[in-house]
């Protein structure tokens, strides 16, 4: 299934027929789309259909079987991967370690203060090799204000919540500002109080008048923003159905999706 981008607006992913299969297994089995630049979309599916081996087929971190993937203008495959990679910002919850990640070697040292944290987005490095200049960690102040962790800018990481962990790695994710942003499964494992301040960060950076491209990728249809305007229903690493969120977040659509009843209402959603 291919929901065409406006022909008028440049792609910031245009995914054609993506297979993946390793051994007997396929993983990715056709999968199409294109979401133009500065679009909101979402890709909705249980867990296990594909959804990230979709996002790492779009980053070279799992090779096409088959099929042509281009993102930001560059075809994976036949462009220089670090410098993608720096053009796209990724969250999701394996960037969340515990008290110990400076000794287990998780994707950030928690020991760091949240500022450092966010600086180490600038050298895409787990801890602080070298010292950000004073440039740079203004910058990752602000962005940390921006997160609404104004008040936790000289904490340690390990002494936040695990939802301000979060927030403050949406941080770390902007501050090369990237034109692609993917959010993938980013309020799993979150209280209440977690998930609705990781979903407000979200929309204020929708509202931002230069803002990066965002897929969000979830399987809690109450998470997605109403500036979502693309939503892909993935199964058995398939998109089942795309369009407009009115005409494909419909029972009968996320009842095939899910592969169980599902009722839809549809109201007003409040944010902290």
């Not at 022909?7 to 199409?32: K, W, Y």
């Not at 990724?90 to 020991?111: E, F, K, M, R, Y």
């Not at 102040?141 to 904490?155: A, F, I, Y």
Request: charged share 25%.
């Amino acid at each position: 299934i291919d929901a065409p981008a406006d022909p008028n607006t440049p792609l910031a992913i245009d995914a054609r027929s993506l297979h993946i299969r390793r051994g007997d297994t396929t993983i990715l089995d056709g999968v199409s789309c294109q979401v133009a630049r500065g679009e909101a979309v979402a890709i909705l599916g249980p867990n296990g259909c594909g959804k990230t081996t979709f996002v790492r087929a779009l980053t070279g971190q799992m090779f096409l079987t088959s099929g042509r993937a281009t993102v930001l203008g560059e075809t994976i495959g036949e462009t220089d991967l670090w410098k993608l990679r720096r053009r796209i910002g990724i969250v999701n919850p394996t960037v969340d370690p515990g008290p110990d990640a400076h000794v287990t070697g998780a994707l950030v040292d928690a020991s760091l203060t949240t500022t450092d944290v966010v600086c180490t987005g600038y050298f895409a490095t787990v801890t602080l090799y070298q010292q950000p200049t004073d440039e740079q960690r203004d910058h990752a102040r602000n962005l940390l204000r921006q997160v609404g962790l104004g008040r936790r800018l000289d904490h340690t990481f390990e002494a936040l919540s695990t939802g301000e962990r979060r927030r403050a790695i949406i941080a770390r994710a902007l501050v090369h500002m990237p034109e692609l942003l993917i959010l993938d499964e980013p309020t799993s494992g979150l209280d209440v109080a977690g998930r609705e301040q990781v979903i407000a960060t979200v929309e204020s950076l929708l509202t931002l008048p230069q803002r990066p491209t965002v897929m969000m990728i979830t399987h809690h249809v109450e998470e997605l923003s109403p500036k979502t305007s693309q939503v892909f229903l993935m199964r058995d690493g398939r998109f089942i159905e795309a369009g407009s969120p009115r005409d494909v977040i419909t029972p009968e659509s996320l009842t095939r999706t899910f592969g169980c009843k599902v009722f839809v209402r549809r109201g007003a959603r409040p944010l902290l």
